[in-house]
T-cell receptor, first 111, second 113 residues
Framework: GEKVEQHESTLSVREGDSAVINCTYT??????FPWYKQEAGKSLHFVID?????DRKQSQRLTVLLDKKAKRFSLHITATQPEDSAIYFC??????????FGDGTQLVVKP | GGIITQTPKFLIGQEGQKLTLKCQQN?????MYWYRQDSGKGLRLIYY???????QKGDLSEGYDASREKKSSFSLTVTSAQKNEMAVFLC????????????FGAGTRLSVL
């Protein structure tokens, strides 16, 4: 089955700087790549996704890049703010519509 | 908008005990899921239900049972709680099996003494 790996378990940036979280996947048939955010003490909520028919998607300060050849995708957050501090989970969905999650990256935005 | 309600928020059990976690959603979503989240780990799928009368095993179904009582509710049973087990169980729903965006509940935190 699909295996999703998140390369950074923790990431610390200064407020206003950019943050990049990288993920890789194994199943070439995966076509949908969502990102979820989990703030301290709260559950997960969806933040952004990308489908395999495009290689870039932007929503305000968030951009997702997809490199299908390398089976790699990344979340870029610009102008980070304290409220961006959270655990971010990348995920991949294969042809069976199953979603597989990475282990999460703890992002800390320092004032 | 809708909401997913998980009960209880905290569950303390004894080794060997059978424990039931409940989940209700008012999105009118077809598909519901149970995930387990261990500290520092991603989410692992325990059971899911594509439609009201469906039940499918995930990657971590051993030691668990599930029941989709009606479209809006999906319960999970830990058949025999393991000593020192600690995890958060997350319920989620999606509009249907082809719609991938998941909506999560707040979770049930399980501790086994």
């Amino acid at each position: 089955g699909e295996k999703v790996e998140q390369h950074e378990s923790t990431l610390s940036v200064r407020e206003g700087d950019s943050a990049v979280i990288n993920c890789t996947y194994t199943d070439t048939a995966s076509s949908y790549f969502p990102w979820y955010k989990q703030e301290a003490g709260k559950s997960l909520h969806f933040v952004i996704d990308i489908r395999s028919n495009v290689d870039r998607k932007q929503s305000q300060r968030l951009t997702v890049l997809l490199d299908k050849k390398a089976k790699r995708f990344s979340l870029h957050i610009t102008a980070t703010q304290p409220e961006d501090s959270a655990i971010y989970f990348c995920a991949a969905s294969n042809s069976n519509n199953r979603i597989f999650f990475g282990d999460g990256t703890q992002l800390v935005v320092k004032p | 908008g809708g909401i997913i309600t998980q009960t209880p928020k905290f569950l303390i059990g004894q080794e060997g005990q059978k424990l039931t976690l409940k989940c209700q959603q008012n999105f009118n979503h077809d598909t519901m899921y149970w995930y387990r989240q261990d500290s520092g780990k991603g989410l692992r799928l325990i059971y899911y239900s594509i439609t009201e009368n469906d039940l499918q095993k995930g990657d971590l179904s051993e030691g668990y049972d599930a029941s989709r009582e009606k479209k809006s509710s999906f319960s999970l049973t830990v058949t025999s709680a393991q000593k020192n087990e600690m995890a958060v169980f997350l319920c989620a729903s999606s509009r249907d099996w082809g719609e991938n965006t998941l909506y999560f509940g707040a979770g049930t935190r399980l501790s086994v003494l």
